[in-house]
């Protein structure tokens, strides 16, 4: 198991979780959990997911990942799990 | 398993509170690097130098890419060059081509300070020490990444006065040398007492001689985070205040800690020590100054700061020290004056004296550092300051450290520009009276007698 955190922020729009998804569906990233809240019209989603089978590496999913928000104007963002659970976990 | 509003408190730091870690800082001994032939010296520094931290800077920055946290600085810091160099230096121009050396290799590797040009003189000065101090001028003026620091003092040896007076004039003659740059040598000088080995934050890092061959240490920040914490603590008691001050400092030197841990492993160089600092940047919202306030002052330097940063130092540290497995170097909250856009405009408004600035340095890390004082302001006048400060520090069984910058031709209320993270400062002035008798005297100050521990 290798999780990453993905962060989607943006103006809400149809289709932002489908084209997230498929881009993940496409390169081998297992979601783990997902959740959303939308807070005054702003988009706001969370992915956990595993890259332990992707068929890139973290750095090339992050990468992409991020052009695909520029292509549906949100921002996505790619974090290893570890910066969430040093801070918030004992 | 962590839920969206963790990811989101975390993610916020970062975007809007300013929240990184300040440095990564690799030390480098270079004790086997002495020899009697000066160029075989250069050579084997200028070697070691770039093989060990040959990827310190890429794996700086693939560890930001992976948790989406700014490194701000990766630095590098040597063992004291004065005692390196000794047996091959026969005077200061010796020295000065030893920092040259320094220099291209930091230049070679990336890294934006090397710290370590450099002499522990607490006690007494072996005759490498007292050349490198001489050649400190020059090698500030002909390097622009080397940063140097001297240990005039501890609590446990009281304080080299001849040092203290020598570096006087050796701030002096460092602005001096600088002059056509608002005398920006100085901002690369640091005068110690209690210098700690380890630590990672410039100007005054060096590698020192209890350490091991290699190791990383990192420096945290996160003075925009606390600040924002305490926002929501408005009004609150002294309790809640702790608290939330606590809280958020382990949250900050968790992250802190993850970041050393990751390039540890990843250059395969062991962990040495956190530094739980909070050093603010001339950024708006990055201040020590800014949280000051907001825990209830008008401005830095009202009746009340040194009891407020007492408690905002020893609050950092506790809620710190839980968060990581090893924590040293200088460890508290930083007062420089020009990198922290609060303490500016305090000076700008006559909040802030230098005396006040003093008081506040008995109850925090680090001391004066990065004031801007008259150009004419005589060297015994600043060795004077040194010796106050040096004081403290001795008797406090603290680091305290002193970085004045006499800004060469500017006086009282004008602005001297260091650019960069090092800021912008007014010029402040210094108590007009002499101390020229007392710092004359020659000899030590001996040790204070809690210092007596046996």
Redesign the interface.
Known sequence: MNKIIITVVGKDTVGIIARVCTYLAENGVNILDISQTIVQDYFNMMMIADIAGAKQPFERVAADLEQVGKEIGVMVKCQREEIFTSMHRI | ????Y??????NMIQHENLDVRTITMGISLLDCASSDLAQVKERIYRKITTMAKDLVPTGEAIE?????PIVNKRISVTPIALVGGAACQGPEDFVSIAQVLDQAAREVGVNFIGGYSALVSKGMTRADELLIRSIPQALAKTERVCSSVNVGSTKTGLNMDAVKLMGEIVKETAEATRDRDSLGCAKLVVFCNAPDDNPFMAGAFHGVTEADAVIHVGVSGPGVVKVALKKARGENFEVLCETIKKTAF?IT??G??VAQEASRRLKVPFGIIDLSLAPTPAVGDSVAEILQEIGLERVGAPGTTAALAMLNDQVKKGGVMASSYVGGLSGAFIPVSEDQGMIDAVNEKALTLEKLEAMTCVCSVGLDMIAIPGDTPAAAIAGIIADEAAIGMVNQKTTAVRLIPVIGKGVGEMAEFGGLLGYAPVMPVNPFSCERFVSRGGRIPAPIHSFKN
């Open positions: 398993m962590i839920n969206i963790e990811v989101n408190e975390t993610n890419r992976d948790f989406g946290i949250k968790r992250v800690q993850l």
